[in-house]
């Protein structure tokens, strides 16, 4: 069985100010949504993501559209509708576990989602929450009329999660008006186990919330930077594959695998950016299984190695350096496919190319070049 998150993100937030949405508005040089969702791609354990928004906010998610695990739908009138909505779109999708999360959560950890999946293995519900440790007042008119006690009370965050067929049902015959899924389940008898949730799972509400969340992202964030070189020389054939494209050539790279320069280089500078040394040490060319293998699995393979550490790919760039054939024409084909492969937006991924002026072995043509360099993130 699969595991999704459901993103609720169509609200119009308009109390923490800006002028839009806060989902949409800029937080430690991305947006608010960015870091939520990017939390979410990156965790081994999610398969699938429905971000659930207002249909005027279509162009906001362009940079998303094309991600593998994310689907997009509309939201509702109201939270519990819009959960509604996102639920119904998984009923063919082989779901388990559900995790539905508040896009103003952006500050949220990997470790907090795994908890709270680990927990639905011996409950249909679970959810993280805080002990309120404050003292309780009522008032009115600016005046203190009396005290609450806070023994057993609890400060509510998302993710919360749940078996989906079960939490599904208890949307299906809840009348409305609920705060979140936690009272939707409990409504319908669903016992709901308590995991501890994190402090800085803050949900930004008003203006200064946003200052507290970029210090939280910056200060955690554990930000590494990677190179990779790689070099083939041509041989017979009648394509290159570069960046996972095959493109027309009189003739080919020669290489152990499919000679694919670029993604070579790209491998090796994830690798690098994690310590990992390179290609060569996972798999190594003495091995024949990898005689011909698609680049692709090295790639994917140092990708998974950095979600494994706790690392985002902030982004890739590439340059490959040939004077023949011409890269431009299928620049953003590669871009694609190098996006797709790692599970980046693609406008994480740059990819582009330069001669050498007719110099060194690659102004002689007789081989290509590729350099790279990879930004991870541990937020």
């Known amino acids: 069985m699969k595991t999704a998150a459901l993103i609720v993100a169509a609200g119009r937030g308009i109390r923490a100010g ?8 800029a937080l430690a040089g991305r947006r608010v949504a ?19 928004i207002h249909p005027d906010d279509y162009g906001q998610i362009a940079d998303w559209a094309d991600h593998h695990k994310i689907r997009i739908c509309h939201g509702g009138a ?20 559900v995790l539905i999360h508040d896009v103003a959560r952006p500050c949220l950890s990997p470790d907090l989602i795994g908890a709270v999946l680990a927990a639905l293995d011996t409950h249909l519900g679970a959810a993280p929450a805080l002990p309120v440790v404050d003292a309780l007042w009522q008032g009115a008119d600016g005046l203190v009329q009396g005290m609450q006690d806070r023994s057993g009370l609890f400060r509510a965050q998302t993710p919360q999660g749940f078996d989906f067929a079960t939490l599904l049902a ?3 015959t809840h009348s409305g008006g609920a705060a979140d899924d936690v009272e939707v389940a409990r409504a319908a008898g669903i016992e709901v186990a308590i995991v501890p949730g994190e402090d800085q799972n803050l949900k930004i509400t008003r203006p200064e919330d946003f200052i507290r969340a970029e210090n939280i992202l910056r200060g955690q964030m554990d930000i590494r930077l990677g190179n990779g070189y790689d070099v083939h020389r041509f041989g017979d054939g009648d394509h290159v594959i570069l960046c996972g494209i095959a493109v027309p050539h009189d003739r080919g790279l020669q290489g152990h695998s499919d ?7 790209v491998t090796d500078a994830i690798y690098g950016a994690l310590a990992e040394g390179d290609i060569g040490r ?3 060319p003495s091995d024949p299984q990898w005689k011909g293998a698609a680049s692709e699995i090295f790639l994917r393979h140092a990708v998974d190695l950095s979600v494994s550490k706790g690392y985002a790919i902030g982004n890739v760039d590439c340059t490959l350096i040939c ?24 406008d994480q991924v740059s ?22 360099t990879a930004t991870l993130v541990k937020p």
Not at 78 to 87: F, K
């Open 351 to 372: 990819i582009k190319a330069t001669t050498s002026e007719r110099l060194g072995f690659t102004g002689r043509g007789e081989g290509i070049a590729a350099l790279a």
């Open 170 to 172: 208890a949307h299906r």
């Open 78 to 97: 109201t939270r519990v509708a819009s959960v509604r909505n996102g639920l119904e779109t998984l009923t063919k999708d082989g779901i388990g576990k």
């Open 323 to 346: 004077e023949y054939p011409k890269i431009g024409p299928h620049a953003a084909a590669m871009q694609q496919e190098m996006a797709r492969i790692m599970g980046l937006a693609p």
């Open 259 to 265: 000679a694919d320069v670029g993604m070579h280089a």
């Open 282 to 284: 996972h798999f190594p």
């Open 18 to 25: 800006g002028g839009q949405p806060k989902q949409w508005r």
């Open 34 to 52: 960015d870091w939520t969702l990017q939390a979410f791609a990156n965790h081994g354990a999610i398969d699938l993501i429905v971000l659930v």
